[in-house]
Antibody
Framework: EVKLQQSGDELVRPGASVKMSCKASGYTFTDYAMHWVKQSPGQGLEWIGTIIPLIDTTSYNQKFKGKATLTADKSSNTAYMELSRLTSEDSAVYYC??????????WGQGVMVTVSS | DIQMTQSPASLSASLGETVTIECRASEDIYSNLAWYQQKPGNSPQLLIYDANSLADGVPSRFSGSGSGTQYSLKINSLQSEDVASYFCQQYNNYPPMYTFGAGTKLELK
């Protein structure tokens, strides 16, 4: 069974950074890209970027360049996303999702990030 | 960037009814179109990919169609478990970019 298990919800101060994880199981981690998607009430669903774990290649939505950094650890089948210089606009639910080329067939349960002082 | 216009924003329908949700792309997306269902408190789930291919485990009452810039999701014989939000999503290859529609909230009448 394919499963993407994300880390827990985060409460962070403005200006800080947060790093979240997405542990994959039930498939060969290096066979698929891993994507990250933001969901906020005001902006709906937004694609942040993707990492291809096999070759450690990343692609980002221009909007999130400098905000998000994607990495992957093949030894633990885990993908990571770090968000930097957080503001209230970054408060949202963040999902990891397995990529099939044109769509996302499995999603993690989501991480709620709340940016507040 | 390609924009996706999804309609309607909300929809109320009766059990057993047929429901259609539409997405229009700002330019030709060559059937690189997926549909997702999201129930409150849950992650999105893939329903349709490549405009008209049913994802694994999805009931056959869901179907997708369209080409070029116009796409639709049809739900035949609406069931209570279909109450959810539905999103379309397009993909273009170079540079890689995925864009979602704003969503349709489906409720029971």
């Amino acid at each position: 069974e394919v499963k993407l298990q994300q880390s827990g919800d985060e409460l962070v101060r403005p200006g800080a950074s947060v790093k979240m994880s997405c542990k994959a199981s039930g498939y060969t981690f290096t066979d698929y890209a891993m994507h990250w998607v933001k969901q906020s009430p005001g902006q709906g669903l937004e694609w942040i970027g993707t990492i291809i774990p096999l070759i450690d290649t990343t692609s980002y939505n221009q909007k999130f360049k400098g905000k998000a950094t994607l990495t992957a650890d093949k030894s633990s089948n885990t993908a990571y996303m770090e968000l930097s210089r957080l503001t209230s606009e970054d408060s949202a639910v963040y999902y990891c999702a397995r990529g099939t080329g044109s769509s996302f067939d499995y999603w993690g349960q989501g991480v709620m990030v709340t940016v507040s002082s | 960037d390609i924009q996706m216009t999804q309609s309607p924003a909300s929809l109320s329908a009766s059990l057993g009814e047929t429901v259609t949700i539409e997405c229009r792309a700002s330019e030709d997306i060559y059937s690189n179109l997926a549909w997702y269902q999201q129930k409150p408190g849950n992650s999105p789930q893939l329903l349709i990919y490549d405009a008209n291919s049913l994802a694994d485990g999805v009931p056959s009452r869901f179907s997708g169609s369209g080409s070029g810039t116009q796409y639709s999701l049809k739900i035949n014989s609406l069931q209570s478990e279909d109450v959810a939000s539905y999103f379309c999503q397009q993909y273009n290859n170079y540079p890689p970019m995925y864009t979602f529609g704003a969503g349709t909230k489906l409720e029971l009448k």
